[in-house]
């Protein structure tokens, strides 16, 4: 052996899984060897509950040496996303902007006596929820009711065409 290596270079520690545990149960696990713990980041996942490591730099199973630092990633949980309330607004803009943000939208399409074609009457969820989540909108296909003019002093054919116009622009 060369006298410019010493023992602490041949010294090798094996990073412990470390995902699924709590920061807390993850630096007292790794204060057993003689390593450091570096940055601790938070991220959002869907995948690992909010406040438990997701996974380390080196991983776990890596083989390192004395003094080496220990990142994490801890997760946030689902990312929270703020929603615009798109009730009376247009039924389009609702679909683009909630897809456009991330979430899966369903949208359903009734009768309405008071919201104009096109609007939204519901929604169901106003302030946030979870990116990638179900949000249903219902939008109004308009009054399901028809105007039937006053064709008691028109004659016959002027009343059948302007029944016939009326009924080709509510079909």
């Not at 412990?16 to 938070?42: D, Q």
């Amino acid at each position: 052996w060369s006298s410019d290596v010493c023992s602490s270079d041949l010294e090798r520690y094996i990073i412990p899984t470390l995902s699924g545990l709590t920061p807390e149960a993850a630096v007292t696990a790794l204060a057993k060897l003689p390593i450091k713990v570096g940055t601790i980041t938070e991220v959002f996942t869907a995948k690992t509950p909010q406040g438990y490591v997701i996974d380390s730099t080196p991983s776990a199973g890596t083989s390192v040496k004395r003094d080496s630092t220990i990142d994490m990633r801890v997760s946030k949980g689902i990312e929270q996303i703020a929603i615009k309330d798109y009730v009376g607004q247009s039924g389009e803009q609702a679909l683009t902007e909630l897809t456009d943000a991330g979430f899966k939208v369903d949208a359903l399409y009734t009768y309405d006596e008071k919201v104009i074609a096109g609007g939204v009457i519901s929604q169901s969820a106003t302030t946030s929820a979870p990116k990638g989540s179900l949000i249903k909108v219902v939008i109004s296909k308009g009054s399901i009711y028809t105007f039937v003019p006053n064709i008691y002093s028109l004659s016959e054919a002027k009343a059948r065409a302007l029944l016939l116009e009326i009924g080709r622009a509510h079909v």
